[in-house]
């Protein structure tokens, strides 16, 4: 049973990661800030901007700078946030190997480091990922200072908000308490996240959607995802998975996909996919300067890039079936920007036009009104989307607090 005094302590908890996190939030975004503007945007009462900027500076996470001179001769101070002293570890998990990266609280990726891992098990691939983490720190000794989260991002589905792996695609159903068991093995704050809906945010924070409050990334790789920001946030829905336009039906005659439906857009739109088709099309002679020991995605784009017929027809049936989804998300969300990731964007020239024309004469005008559709600045930064999940605790204030000692 909850008392009335333990809900108005909660309330009082709450308030304070709400109040700190506005403050803090208002000086990384817009720093160098006064605290009398940190006051006016924030509505907050300057006595209480003043103790938590105190705070925040006896922590280290702000410090004071002086500005420009003021009119009556005094130079006005004002705030900024402080980024090289802490730490976040950012993991991208593959199917067989991860990316392990460290990042400081300005977005700065200090070192990378790639691990095999193994396949065949949870508890394998656990033990595995988290030796990795193990060796990863104790390689970064000599720039390592403060570690105040370790982030994993993962293709599947993910309980965010819960810190459990529900499905991965090679393991299939699983329960993986991923946050809790990183906590327990670390003593660290942990987040996980899916892979592309974390690329979104991260693109929202210092990529190519950093202009605007609501955009739709969307990225082929082995599959086909996307993330949806909505208002400056990872839009989850109940149970933490939106954007599967990889398993929208688009041909209802096409091949089976691993989720069990037929012609997914995910058996068109993916690398395997594309490369897959390509290798077909070659064995039945299709006029072509690609060979089946070259049919990379890389290999395809750069030849379609030349005028290859067989590479500029792979991309353009990709973009078509691709452009019809898009066109689909557009008309329910109505972004203000479309960013497009993946190794296929190397052929941009050909992919976006097509693309182009779906969102020209399937959504509404006013939709693709002024609509930008652009390249992803982040998508070689395969481990950008697990920092920016530490980055979005930092800016409600959840990890914040956590640093705080609140």
């Not at 996909?257 to 037929?262: A, I, P, Q």
Request: net charge neutral; proline share 4%; with cysteine.
């Amino acid at each position: 049973m909850v008392t009335g005094k333990q809900t108005q302590i909660g309330n009082i908890d709450l308030v304070k990661q709400l109040n700190s996190a506005a403050v803090y939030r208002l000086i990384d975004q817009q720093g160098p800030i006064s605290r009398i503007r940190v006051a006016e945007i924030s509505q907050l009462a300057p006595a209480s901007v003043t103790k938590i900027t105190r705070q925040l500076i006896e922590r280290g996470l702000i410090k004071e700078v002086e500005q420009q001179a003021s009119t009556g001769g005094r130079r006005a101070i004002s705030i900024i946030s402080e980024h090289q002293g802490f730490h976040t570890i950012a993991i991208r998990l593959g199917r067989q190997d991860t990316t392990v990266a460290l990042f400081d609280l300005g977005g700065s990726q200090l070192a990378e480091h790639h691990y095999p891992l193994p396949a065949d098990s949870l508890p394998a691939l656990e033990e595995a990922l988290f030796n990795a983490i193990d060796h990863f720190i104790a390689a970064q000794q000599d720039i390592l200072q403060e570690l105040i989260a370790i982030s994993v991002i993962l293709p599947g589905l993910v309980d965010p908000d819960q810190g459990v792996v529900r499905f991965m695609p090679h393991l299939g159903e699983v329960h993986w308490t991923l946050v809790a068991n990183l906590t327990r093995r670390f003593a660290i704050p942990g987040f996980v996240g899916h892979d592309i809906r974390s690329l979104a945010l991260a693109e929202h924070y210092f990529g190519a959607s950093r202009d605007c409050s609501d955009s739709i990334l969307v990225r082929i790789h082995r599959g086909t995802g996307a993330g949806i920001i909505i208002n400056g946030n990872i839009f989850l829905g109940c149970h933490g998975n939106v954007g599967e336009i990889g398993h929208i039906q688009v041909d209802p005659l096409g091949e089976r996909c691993y989720c069990g439906n037929f012609g997914c857009l995910e058996t068109i739109a993916s690398n395997t996919a594309i490369i897959q088709r390509a290798k077909k099309l070659l064995e039945q002679g299709y006029p072509s300067s690609l060979r089946e020991s070259d049919c990379q995605i890389s290999d395809i784009c750069q030849a379609a890039n030349r005028g290859d017929p067989l590479a500029e027809l792979l991309i353009k049936d990709v973009a078509l079936q691709l452009g019809k989804v898009i066109a689909i998300s557009i008309n329910l969300f109505n972004p203000q920007k479309v960013v497009l990731a993946g190794e296929l964007t190397a052929a941009d020239a050909i992919l976006f036009p097509v693309i182009q024309r779906c969102i020209d004469t399937q959504t509404l005008n006013d939709f693709r009104r002024n609509l930008p559709v652009v390249r992803s600045r982040l998508d070689n930064r395969s481990a950008i989307g697990a920092f920016a999940l530490a980055k979005r605790a930092m800016l409600n204030g959840l990890l914040l607090q956590h640093l705080l000692g609140e």
